[in-house]
Every structure is written in structure tokens, then in C-alpha cells.
């Protein structure tokens, strides 16, 4: 969502928060067993005491507070200060302060696109090899992650810029353990699986799907949600890429195809509640309740890791509502790809701390001390999962950790005109009955005429 731009001064005094590091406290004691402190001792040697990094996000309110809990073990193992400032106008003002020469020493980036298109102005400083190939062996799926925060500079020569932590998952299917158990039916672990146990479902008098579209002026987001991950479980992840970067055609016959992959599913009447023709009509906030009716509406609900801020009250994910990854196709032989999104880390002005902090986020403490609080996954292959207190968020990261491709929301990387525009209306429009085809040619046809 485009925000209003004020004057700088003026943005940073109604939506920008700050912490100084004298107000920061260790919340586990130096040496705490639970946390893998293998390199932390050696960060006192860099000779940063003393010195101020300056470090600018998006992250307000709780997440402020818990990214504050990690910058504390940073300060203590180098003697660093560190000043952090959050804001809700992040996309706006890391743009004015670049431009007037005044940005942070590091930006934490809440999507890779903005920081792709201030690479290719000159903004940001490569992390080097060291980097690249270290997140390719500590990350699982690293070269995904090397990919995802590599762009060209203003010269068009490809780095590798931005250090992804902090990750979301989206291909995640939502069920009631009870349900399935009741009706005998085992969490399937590829997609002929899964197709095979929606027909089932329906053999057996149920409805296997709960798919809602609506939301209001962004009514029809979630199914590019499925699309995407569909694109990634029928083409190899560089396909992917040259969709989302319009290298190929948004009606390339293997688009069409992953759009009618999801079709197989949201077109079925059988296989939805309240028939394929309700699915845009049908608010996505709403659509996960069916899981809960006596009896079932819907056995099954695909949707990334924030819906069960949706559920009925009194739910408790883990007992009466769990999720399964959403399982790829065995005969493409593609791995097990994962869909989501993160936050990457880049320099935006170059300091010894600014690199040494970027070293920090590499070590397994710094990943762990989140993960024992609220909130946080990770790809890093060396942290401790049992230092998470929720099993439920244990099990997720466990996705993230066996993933083999990682891709981030392909929405978000497209231009607004598509991403958060034509591709929206289109699946309404593929929803009330249009081929894929047409859907996607007329997506097409708005990046080609209006998207520069």
C-alpha cells in the first residue's frame, strides 16, 4: 500500500521509533545452555568498542521490542552501540534518505524488490563471496537465498546484496487432527496424494476444500497465492523467476498450466464448500471456519502461517487445529519447494560494525534468541529448533529447514499494476468461469501497455 510522503522530518516524528542501547537487557544470561554460542566470544576481537551502527526497518511495536532482544547480544559481544529506528513508512523513507546521502549503515528490507531497484541506483554495498558462500552452505535451500538477495548495480553487474533473516512460510494446508482421525484419513505427502484424498473426502459424502478470495479492494490475493506455489511445484525454480520478472509471458502455456493446476482444485464443486463459483465471493478471513463445524463444511485450507489469528476463538493450533506442508508433485521430481517471504538485511552505508553485524546474523544465537521468544523461523541449518517453546512453530521451521527451493511471494516482486492489480482481478475472474488462458492473456496485456 502506497503511503503519503511528508516531509522527512515529519515522517520520522509521527511513525519512526527508536531505542537506545542503554536501555537493552540480555533476556537469557551469557553462557545459557540453550543457546549455541559458537562465535560469539570471538566478535570482542573486532575492535568495534565504542563504535554506533545505525540500523533502519519496518519493525514497530513487538517485533521492535524482539529485534531489540537481538541487537542487546551484539552490543555485548562487540561493545558496539547500536540505534535502531522502525518505521511504517520503511519503503518511503529508506528512498528519501539514500537520495539526501543521510541513510543508516544498515536497512532491513521487508521485501527483496525495493532493495533490487536501490541496487541498481547505487545504493547498496555487495556483501562479498565470504557471504554468498557461506549462505550457501549453512541455509537450507541456499542457493535460494543467494538468489533471492542478488541484483545487479548500476552497472549491471549481479552481487549478492541483501542477507535474508527472518522468514515466513505460505505452503501450508490447514486441518482438525480430530476430523481427519475420525474419518480415517492420513496427511498426505505428495500432491497425487493430496488429490487422491480429496476425492475421497468426496467419495465419502464430504467437501475436502475451504477457499475464500474476498478481501475487500484486494479481493482475489490468495489465489495468486496457490498459483505461485503451484508455478513452483510443476516448473523448476528458474521458470519461476523469469515469470515473476516478465522474462516470459504472464500467458506462457506453463503459467496457464499452473493456473489450471489450482483450478483442479477451486473449480471443482465437489471439492469446495459452497461450489467453485463462491470461492471470490467468500471473504479469506471467513473461509477457514468450516474446518471447525459439526459436522465439517471442509476438511482441508491452504493459507500461509498468520490464519489462525482467524479461527474460531478458543482454537489451539496443535490440538485443535494443525497444518502438513502442502505437499509437491512426485512425478515432477521438483524437490520440495516452499513458498513465502522474509525480511533481508543490506548495507546501505558501509562501517565496520555494518559488516561485523551482518557476521552476527550468521551465528546461531542470533537466530536462537528470537526463536525462543515469539514469531521467528529460519533456513539457518545450525540453529537449535529446541529452544523453541511452541511445537507448533517448531514444525514449521522444520518446513522451512527441509526445503530444498525457497521463493518469495511472487506478487509482491511483480509490478503493482499486476502484482496487487490484474493478477488479483484475473483470479476473480478465473473464479466466475474465464479459461486460465484468457485470465492470463488479459494479465498480459496489462504489463505490456501499462507497466513501464
Same mark, same amino acid.
Given at each position: ?24 537487557? +540480555? ?54 552501540? @547500536? ?19 543521510? %541513510?543508516?549503515?544498515?536497512? @532491513? ?19 562479498? !563471496? ?26 549491471? !553487474? ?54 475464500? +478470495? ?14 505461485? *506455489? ?5 516448473? %523448476? ?55 471447525? *463445524? ?27 487445529? *494443525? ?9 515432477? *521430481? ?30 546461531? +544465537? ?84 501499462? @507497466?513501464?
Amino acid at each position: 500500500m502506497k503511503h503519503l510522503i511528508v516531509s522527512g522530518a515529519l515522517a520520522l516524528s509521527l511513525s519512526i521509533s527508536s531505542t537506545s542501547a542503554m536501555e537493552r537487557e +540480555l533476556i537469557m544470561p551469557m553462557g545459557d545452555e540453550r543457546l549455541n554460542w559458537d562465535g560469539f566470544e570471538e566478535m570482542a576481537d573486532l575492535g568495534l568498542q565504542d563504535e554506533v551502527l545505525t540500523i533502519f526497518g519496518p519493525w514497530l511495536g513487538s517485533d521492535n521490542n524482539l529485534f531489540e532482544s537481538v541487537i542487546a547480544y551484539f552490543e555485548a559481544a562487540t561493545g558496539a552501540k @547500536v540505534e535502531y529506528s522502525g518505521s511504517d513508512s520503511f519503503e518511503q523513507q529508506v528512498a528519501i534518505d539514500l537520495e539526501a546521502g543521510s %541513510p543508516a549503515n544498515i536497512a @532491513v528490507f521487508p521485501q527483496p524488490g525495493l532493495a533490487k531497484n536501490l541496487a541498481a541506483k547505487g545504493h547498496l554495498l555487495p556483501l562479498g !563471496q565470504d557471504t554468498e558462500d557461506w549462505i550457501k552452505s549453512n541455509y537450507a535451500a541456499g542457493q535460494s537465498w543467494v538468489d533471492l538477495g542478488t541484483f545487479p548495480d548500476e552497472g549491471g !553487474q549481479s552481487h549478492l546484496f541483501g542477507f535474508f533473516y527472518k522468514v515466513d512460510v505460505k505452503s501450508l494446508v490447514w486441518y482438525v487432527p480430530e476430523n481427519f482421525e475420525d474419518a480415517g484419513y492420513e496427511v498426505p505427502e505428495t500432491m497425487e496424494d493430496l488429490i487422491a484424498l480429496s476425492d475421497q473426502i468426496v467419495a465419502d459424502g464430504g467437501t475436502p476444500w475451504c477457499i475464500g +478470495l474476498g478481501s475487500g479492494g484486494a479481493t482475489g490475493w490468495p489465489a495468486t497465492d496457490w498459483v505461485e *506455489d503451484m508455478m513452483l511445484r510443476t516448473q %523448476p525454480p528458474d521458470v519461476y523467476d523469469q515469470w515473476v520478472a516478465h522474462d516470459i509471458p504472464f500467458n506462457d502455456p506453463r503459467v496457464v498450466a499452473a493456473i489450471e493446476a489450482y483450478g483442479v482444485f477451486s473449480r471443482n464443486d465437489d471439492y469446495v464448500s459452497g461450489g467453485g463459483g463462491a470461492v471470490a465471493t467468500i471473504d479469506f478471513r471467513d473461509s477457514p471456519k468450516g474446518l471447525f *463445524d459439526s459436522p465439517p463444511q471442509c476438511y482441508m485450507h491452504r493459507q500461509a502461517s498468520f490464519i489462525p489469528t482467524f479461527f474460531p476463538d478458543g482454537v489451539e493450533v496443535g490440538v485443535d487445529a *494443525d497444518f502438513f506442508y502442502f505437499p509437491a508433485f512426485a512425478e515432477e *521430481d521438483l524437490g520440495r519447494p516452499v513458498l513465502g517471504g522474509g525480511t533481508l538485511f543490506a548495507i546501505t552505508s558501509d562501517s565496520p560494525a555494518a559488516r561485523a553485524f551482518i557476521d552476527f546474523l550468521k551465528l546461531p +544465537l542470533a537466530n536462537e534468541v528470537w526463536m525462543a521468544q515469539t514469531g521467528f523461523l529460519t533456513p539457518h541449518l545450525g540453529v537449535n529448533s529446541e529452544v523453541y517453546t511452541d511445537p507448533t512453530v517448531r514444525a514449521m521451521n522444520n518446513i522451512l529447514l527441509n526445503a530444498t527451493t525457497f521463493r518469495f511471494d511472487g506478487s509482491d516482486l511483480m509490478p503493482g499494476a499486476i502484482g496487487t492489480g490484474a493478477f488479483w482481478t484475473g483470479m476473480v475472474d478465473y473464479s466466475g468461469g474465464q479459461s486460465a488462458s484468457d485470465v492470463a492473456t488479459a494479465i498480459e496485456e496489462v504489463w505490456k501497455t501499462s @507497466v513501464n
